[in-house]
């Protein structure tokens, strides 16, 4: 069930739930990561937050701080340290806009 005001914002404009899903060919550093050369923009979130959980890579004394391993700085701009809130900017950085 999505919340409410998601589904106002889909209703609206559904091309921002199309950029969300459509597949996109990845560019090398998230293929490898991802392990797949064709995902969207949400199953590649998907797939890093997985990622940081299953490593256990939030900082244990804020959990909104992501301690980023080689791998995940591979495809996070080099940073060692994330907040949360950058994720979906970082992520979105290799999903390039479609020209019109």
Same mark, same amino acid.
């Given at each position: 069930?999505?919340?409410?005001?998601?589904?106002?914002?889909? %209703? !609206?404009?559904?091309?921002? @739930?199309?950029? @969300?899903? !459509? @597949? $996109?060919?990845?560019?090398? %550093?998230?293929? #490898?990561?991802?392990?797949? /050369?064709?995902?969207?923009?949400?199953?590649?979130? $998907?797939?890093?937050? /997985?990622?940081?959980? #299953?490593?256990?890579?939030? !900082? =244990?004394?804020?959990?909104? $701080? $992501?301690?980023? !391993?080689?791998?995940?700085? /591979?495809?996070? @701009?080099?940073?060692?340290?994330? #907040?949360?809130? #950058?994720? =979906?900017?970082?992520?979105?950085?290799?999903?390039?806009?479609? =020209?019109?």
């Amino acid at each position: 069930m999505l919340p409410q005001r998601l589904k106002k914002a889909i %209703t !609206d404009n559904p091309k921002k @739930l199309a950029n @969300l899903i !459509d @597949l $996109v060919n990845l560019p090398s %550093t998230v293929r #490898e990561f991802v392990g797949q /050369s064709q995902i969207s923009r949400l199953g590649c979130f $998907v797939r890093v937050w /997985s990622y940081i959980k #299953e490593n256990n890579l939030q !900082d =244990p004394n804020n959990k909104n $701080v $992501v301690n980023c !391993d080689e791998k995940l700085r /591979s495809i996070l @701009l080099g940073k060692p340290r994330v #907040e949360l809130a #950058e994720l =979906p900017a970082l992520i979105k950085l290799h999903f390039p806009k479609e =020209p019109k």
